[in-house]
């Protein structure tokens, strides 16, 4: 058919005689959104690296359009029209945002950068993503939320006939993603087609008109988004139904246990912030990109200088200035991007033991390769790591793996204030419920969880109250027995000031 634009037919790729893809057949539309689903190790990265080029498939044929780009190089299918943005962020952190888009085709002019048409067009094609900050900034000054954005705007400047999106949402809030789904809405009309990977499965029926779902590197199939639902492609994901994505805990919630005292992050527009939480308790902090999450969890860490404001723990006023206290202290942070938090060429073992080596070390002070093994194993065991040895390099782990190793980390020093920020970000349903099933029994085993998310249906269905933030402000606190999805995107966009 004349309006196919990606077409492969029996792509076949194996890695050291494992099969990571199996004959697969696939077929999109121009003008098309189509979603790539599965769990981590279905195939999905592999495909799509195969289609961009990054990787040669063993057997198989590969069309765009009418070309066959069996040959061809990254370079060359990028010059056909076909564009990605990998879920792992890749800009220039010293450059500035305008130069990051426009890099490799910046405007020349008698052999000199013309920096003032370099702006102009790099906020050209921001402008179509969001408004929220300028071309000349420097990419280091900005979140992760707005690092994504600029990705996306450095692709829209290639002028793409297809456009690949991996997890392209997993930063941004509810509004910010209503607001980018309303570009690609736009780009489809412009008859750009969009394969579109997520493990937001709603957004997959907000967005997409089919939906291929991969398991074991085989195509399970392609459905029409219209004739399925979410329990049906989990079940298609994974093999099995499943009936409980987020297991809630009765769990007691008992004494105070972490409280801050009027919080006031310097530059980061966090003002005035108070809450506790307790023994037994996970307590959700909501709001759209740029409302503070991350920044308040940072500070309370000792990784974001505070101007004003006090940290409590059992009572006792704590130095939040110095990670070190703040880890002697019995407090853990699971960052944002998990990949802040590893050695990604060093094992997984080394990753594990990285806040305690003590517990790793034999009478001399030297690092015990045996114990430092043995406790891995442990860990590795309890949380279900999927990894053929705890001597793998971590950066080989999927998603979900990684950030179990992450966890286990912190369970290895004895933490018992656990601070999270967007854990499941780009993590498949499986690895998903394992770790809410992980959280369940952190507070089971009476630590306090304070849970930092842009996902509303996850707060209120994983946190027992919630802290919704509005430009760096609390602007309401809840119980999530007693609120809804609207009221609380009401306080998250400032519809509503009492919080009380």
Same mark, same amino acid.
């Given at each position: 058919?004349?309006d196919?634009i990606?077409?492969t037919v029996?792509v076949?790729k194996?890695f050291?005689?494992v ?7 696939f077929?999109m539309?121009?003008?098309e959104?189509h979603?790539?689903l ?9 495909f799509?690296?195969i ?12 069309y ?23 879920q792992a ?7 500035s945002?305008?130069m990051n ?6 405007p020349?002019?008698?052999?000199l ?14 402008s179509?993503?969001?408004?929220r900050?300028?071309?000349r900034?420097k ?7 707005e690092?994504q954005l ?13 456009l690949?999106?991996d ?7 509810d509004?910010?993603?209503?607001e980018f789904?309303s570009v690609l ?7 750009i ?7 937001r499965?709603?957004?997959?029926f ?5 939906v ?11 459905y029409s988004v ?5 329990e ?7 093999g099995q ?5 987020i297991?809630?805990?009765?769990v ?6 972490l409280r801050?005292s009027?919080l ?5 527009n ?6 506790a939480a307790? /023994?037994?308790e996970i307590l ?8 503070? =999450? &991350? #920044? $308040?969890?940072?500070s !309370?860490f000792?990784l ?5 404001g006090?940290?409590f723990?059992?009572?006792k006023?704590?130095d ?8 002697k202290?019995g ?15 060093t094992s997984?073992a ?10 790793v ?6 690092i ?5 093994e ?11 790591i999927?990894?053929p040895?705890?001597?793998?390099q971590?950066?080989?782990l ?6 179990k ?8 020093t004895?933490?018992?204030? /656990? ?7 780009g993590?498949?349903?499986?690895? =998903? &419920? #394992? $770790?809410?099933?992980l !959280?369940?029994e952190l ?6 969880v304070?849970?930092?998310?842009n996902?509303?249906?996850?707060a ?14 609390v602007a309401?606190?809840?119980?999530c027995?007693e ?8 306080y998250?966009l400032?519809?509503?000031r009492?919080?009380?």
């Amino acid at each position: 058919m004349k309006d196919i634009i990606i077409k492969t037919v029996a792509v076949h790729k194996n890695f050291s005689g494992v099969t990571a893809l199996d004959d697969v057949n696939f077929e999109m539309k121009e003008g098309e959104v189509h979603a790539l689903l599965g769990e981590n190790g279905a195939g999905k990265t592999t495909f799509v690296k195969i289609l961009t080029r990054d990787l040669r498939e063993d057997a198989g044929e590969i069309y765009l359009r009418d070309d066959n780009i069996r040959g061809l190089s990254v370079r060359q299918v990028q010059d056909l029209g076909l564009a990605m943005v990998p879920q792992a962020i890749n800009l220039v952190e010293m450059f500035s945002v305008g130069m990051n888009i426009m890099l490799g085709i910046e405007p020349v002019r008698q052999s000199l950068l013309n920096w003032k048409h370099l702006n102009d067009e790099a906020s050209t094609h921001l402008s179509k993503i969001t408004d929220r900050f300028d071309v000349r900034r420097k990419v280091s000054e900005l979140s992760v939320a707005e690092k994504q954005l600029v990705s996306v705007a450095r692709a829209l400047a290639r002028n793409p006939k297809v456009l690949i999106l991996d997890e392209p949402t997993a930063s941004l809030g509810d509004q910010e993603t209503r607001e980018f789904f309303s570009v690609l809405r736009q780009l489809k009309e412009e008859r750009i087609s969009i394969l579109y990977i997520s493990h937001r499965l709603q957004e997959i029926f907000d967005l997409a008109e089919k939906v291929t779902v991969l398991r074991d590197g085989k195509k399970v199939g392609t459905y029409s988004v219209s004739e399925t639902n979410e329990e049906e492609l989990i079940r298609l994901m994974i093999g099995q139904s499943l009936k409980a994505m987020i297991p809630k805990k009765q769990v007691p919630i008992r004494q105070e246990r972490l409280r801050v005292s009027g919080l006031h992050i310097r530059n980061r527009n966090v003002r005035d912030v108070s809450f506790a939480a307790r /023994y037994g308790e996970i307590l959700g902090i909501v709001g759209t990109m740029g409302a503070g =999450k &991350s #920044e $308040i969890l940072h500070s !309370i860490f000792g990784l974001e200088p505070s101007l004003a404001g006090e940290v409590f723990v059992d009572g006792k006023r704590v130095d939040s200035t110095e990670p070190q206290e703040a880890i002697k202290n019995g407090l853990a942070l699971v960052p944002e991007d998990r990949r802040d938090a590893l050695v990604m060429d060093t094992s997984v073992a080394r990753n594990i033991t990285l806040a305690n080596l003590s517990s790793v070390c034999s009478f001399g002070g030297w690092i015990s390769r045996p114990m430092e093994e043995r406790t891995a194993i442990q860990y590795k065991n309890r949380l279900s790591i999927a990894t053929p040895s705890v001597k793998q390099q971590v950066g080989f782990l999927s998603g979900g793996n990684q950030q179990k190793t992450v966890i286990s980390r912190w369970l290895n020093t004895g933490a018992k204030i /656990y601070l999270f920020d967007e854990p499941t970000k780009g993590i498949d349903v499986g690895a =998903k &419920s #394992e $770790i809410y099933e992980l !959280i369940g029994e952190l507070v089971k085993d009476g630590a306090a969880v304070i849970y930092a998310t842009n996902e509303i249906d996850e707060a209120l269905e994983l946190c027992d109250n919630l802290i919704v933030l509005h430009r760096g402000q609390v602007a309401a606190e809840l119980k999530c027995s007693e609120t809804n999805r609207e009221e609380l995107l009401l306080y998250m966009l400032g519809g509503k000031r009492d919080a009380k």
